[in-house]
């Protein structure tokens, strides 16, 4: 048994709670440092295989879902909920006294006074209440602001309630991302859910600095029920049960091949998109980039001047099963010539990147932040008192415990008792 109470003792101890914290704090700043999501060919060409190897091994490619990120979570809210259980009981206690012990030490004390109850109302403590001790004294007391005993627990249950928010958030929740320029219509992954995008704005200031991006979009669910909103920057929409969030921007371009002089395909490419040429699957144009005014820099390369479409200039590149043909720039106008193939790039336009999530423990989280904020606020702003006074010689003895704050206290008692007529003894 005493084990037993040794293990729960560490478990629910601050000295645990620290090291859970510098863990999870350490581990945050190193998963930090890693890209997320990436394959082993990518860690591997930008580190090395070693390295690669290490960081698949332990997860650090997905740090947040990994077995160890959890443990360490599900600890550190064990650790809360064990701190707040074996915390209860004796703040219950505490929030529940009655009669206080006319002989504990006080943190202020005024002697002789004639009026104790000046002394009460001038601490804002109306409520005067009357007893008789044990052997037989009269007492008069009165509390104030008991609830601020229980600021440090309510806070640390907010915060319990933010870490398991956000742990089943990150277990249960939906991510998709939808891109594309406006009058296309995308697919929300596995969702269902249809994206249409009506317009896309981008709002410049006077020093053409960007001051907002703003998309409309219709969202149709399965049963063709169709729901509109805009979202730009900071103002995600809520549609059909996920938000959406304008996430990003770009440049995209319509791309037309011609066979022999004539059309086979037109599309739209954003930038960092490829297509095949139609029949012939093996043969790929891919838009690298795209400069609105663009020039070439001898020895430094490509660059754009500014952000007007001045000069445009495509970045493309050309891949035959899978290895490259060849990389250039084609300017409006200009054309691409590959066997009875002829490709061109015109009206760029930017794009929308629209960012969808689900996550049902967002209310949660929410109530976790309140609370967390509710114990906050009465850990650091309601100052719990206690005062009483006991007959004394030559009048009243009156005492008073703060539970913090004890200095801020003793300028308050000792401003009660003068206003009162009585000096501080």
Same mark, same amino acid.
């Given at each position: 048994?005493?084990?037993?109470?040794?293990?729960?003792?560490?478990?629910?101890?601050?000295?645990?709670?620290?090291?859970?914290?510098?863990?999870?704090?350490?581990?945050?700043?190193?998963?930090?440092?890693?890209?997320?999501?990436?394959?082993?060919?990518?860690?591997?060409?930008?580190?090395?295989?070693?390295?690669?190897?290490?960081?698949?091994?332990?997860?650090?490619?997905?740090?947040?879902?990994?077995?160890?990120?959890?443990?360490?979570?599900?600890?550190?809210?064990?650790?809360?909920?064990?701190?707040?259980?074996?915390?209860?009981?004796?703040?219950?206690?505490?929030?529940?006294?009655?009669?206080?012990?006319?002989?504990?030490?006080?943190?202020?004390?005024?002697?002789?006074?004639?009026?104790?109850?000046?002394?009460?109302?001038?601490?804002?403590?109306?409520?005067?209440?009357?007893?008789?001790?044990?052997?037989?004294?009269?007492?008069?007391?009165?509390?104030?602001?008991?609830?601020?005993?229980?600021?440090?627990?309510?806070?640390?249950?907010?915060?319990?309630?933010?870490?398991?928010?956000?742990?089943? &958030? $990150?277990?249960? !929740?939906?991510?998709?991302?939808?891109?594309?320029? +406006? %009058?296309?219509?995308?697919? *929300?992954?596995?969702? #269902?859910?249809?994206?249409?995008?009506?317009?896309?704005?981008?709002?410049?200031?006077?020093?053409?600095?960007?001051?907002?991006?703003?998309?409309?979009?219709?969202?149709?669910?399965?049963?063709?029920?169709?729901?509109?909103?805009?979202?730009?920057?900071?103002?995600?929409?809520?549609?059909?049960?996920?938000?959406?969030?304008?996430?990003?921007?770009?440049?995209?371009?319509?791309?037309?091949?011609?066979?022999?002089?004539?059309?086979?395909?037109?599309?739209?490419?954003?930038?960092?998109?490829?297509?095949?040429?139609?029949?012939?699957?093996?043969?790929?144009?891919?838009?690298?980039?795209?400069?609105?005014?663009?020039?070439?820099?001898? &020895? $430094?390369?490509? !660059?754009?001047?500014?952000?007007?479409?001045?000069? +445009? %200039?495509?970045?493309?590149? *050309?891949?035959?099963? #899978?290895?490259?043909?060849?990389?250039?720039?084609?300017?409006?106008?200009?054309?691409?010539?590959?066997?009875?193939?002829?490709?061109?790039?015109?009206?760029?336009?930017?794009?929308?990147?629209?960012?969808?999530?689900?996550?049902?423990?967002?209310?949660?989280?929410?109530?976790?932040?309140?609370?967390?904020?509710?114990?906050?606020?009465?850990?650091?702003?309601?100052?719990?008192?206690?005062?009483?006074?006991?007959?004394?010689?030559?009048?009243?003895?009156?005492?008073?415990?703060?539970?913090?704050?004890?200095?801020?206290?003793?300028?308050?008692?000792?401003?009660?008792?003068?206003?009162?007529?009585?000096?501080?003894?």
């Amino acid at each position: 048994m005493s084990n037993v109470k040794k293990i729960w003792k560490f478990l629910s101890s601050m000295r645990f709670a620290l090291i859970l914290l510098v863990l999870l704090a350490g581990s945050c700043a190193l998963a930090s440092l890693v890209t997320q999501g990436q394959s082993y060919d990518w860690y591997a060409a930008r580190y090395s295989g070693r390295v690669a190897a290490w960081i698949l091994a332990f997860r650090l490619d997905d740090a947040f879902h990994s077995v160890w990120f959890v443990l360490l979570s599900g600890f550190l809210v064990l650790n809360l909920l064990f701190c707040n259980l074996l915390h209860f009981p004796a703040l219950l206690r505490r929030s529940r006294e009655t009669v206080p012990n006319p002989d504990a030490p006080p943190d202020a004390r005024a002697e002789g006074v004639q009026d104790p109850e000046a002394v009460f109302r001038a601490l804002g403590l109306p409520r005067i209440r009357h007893a008789t001790t044990a052997d037989g004294r009269e007492l008069r007391y009165a509390y104030r602001n008991r609830a601020g005993l229980w600021g440090a627990w309510v806070c640390h249950f907010g915060i319990l309630l933010l870490i398991v928010a956000f742990s089943l &958030g $990150q277990a249960t !929740r939906q991510e998709y991302s939808v891109y594309g320029v +406006p %009058g296309q219509t995308r697919p *929300v992954g596995d969702t #269902g859910l249809l994206v249409t995008i009506d317009d896309f704005r981008v709002d410049l200031r006077d020093d053409n600095s960007v001051e907002q991006y703003t998309a409309d979009i219709t969202v149709t669910n399965p049963d063709a029920v169709q729901q509109s909103a805009s979202v730009s920057v900071n103002a995600p929409a809520r549609l059909f049960g996920m938000t959406f969030y304008q996430n990003s921007t770009g440049w995209a371009a319509n791309v037309r091949v011609t066979e022999d002089g004539e059309p086979l395909q037109e599309t739209v490419l954003c930038a960092g998109e490829y297509v095949p040429v139609s029949g012939r699957p093996e043969l790929v144009i891919y838009f690298n980039a795209f400069y609105p005014d663009y020039e070439l820099i001898p &020895g $430094q390369g490509p !660059r754009t001047r500014s952000a007007e479409l001045n000069n +445009p %200039g495509y970045l493309y590149s *050309v891949y035959y099963r #899978g290895e490259i043909l060849g990389m250039n720039i084609l300017n409006d106008g200009e054309e691409l010539t590959i066997d009875e193939y002829t490709v061109t790039f015109s009206e760029p336009r930017t794009f929308t990147l629209i960012q969808v999530k689900r996550d049902a423990f967002a209310w949660l989280a929410l109530a976790g932040g309140l609370i967390m904020t509710l114990g906050l606020f009465l850990a650091f702003y309601v100052q719990p008192v206690t005062v009483w006074a006991a007959p004394g010689e030559n009048g009243w003895t009156v005492s008073g415990i703060s539970r913090k704050g004890g200095a801020l206290f003793r300028e308050q008692f000792a401003r009660a008792t003068q206003e009162g007529g009585n000096d501080l003894a």
